[in-house]
Nanobody, 118 residues
Framework: QVQLVESGGGLVQPGGSLRLSCAASGFTFSNYHIHWYRQAPGKERELVAGITRAGDSTNYADSVKGRFTISRDNAKNTVYLQMNSLKPEDTAVYYC???????????WGQGTQVTVSS
């Protein structure tokens, strides 16, 4: 079955770091652009970062530029989000999503909780 499975979330103090992973299976990973989204309680879903199929281009929300880095390893069918200098406002459920533009296909993971608190 087509799946994206996030992992690596948890509780971290302000200023700390986490690395999220998203493992893909059941589809041709290299055909898909990958995005990380997040959603905090009572707030709208926010696009955090994106990466193209070959990993040759990335984009970030202004709120995370300079702190977060998205990367992918197509040989491992995995995408990563390295999060540094974490702030309480980064607290949210983080989701990875795969997009194949040519077929308008989007796949969502189940999400992983990130909590930044002292």
């Amino acid at each position: 079955q087509v799946q994206l499975v996030e992992s690596g979330g948890g509780l971290v103090q302000p200023g700390g770091s986490l690395r999220l992973s998203c493992a893909a299976s059941g589809f041709t990973f290299s055909n898909y652009h990958i995005h990380w989204y997040r959603q905090a309680p009572g707030k709208e879903r926010e696009l955090v970062a994106g990466i193209t199929r070959a990993g040759d281009s990335t984009n970030y929300a202004d709120s995370v530029k300079g702190r977060f880095t998205i990367s992918r390893d197509n040989a491992k069918n995995t995408v990563y989000l390295q999060m540094n200098s974490l702030k309480p406002e980064d607290t949210a459920v983080y989701y990875c999503s795969a997009l194949r533009i040519v077929t308008s296909t989007r796949i969502w993971g189940q999400g992983t909780q990130v909590t930044v608190s002292s």
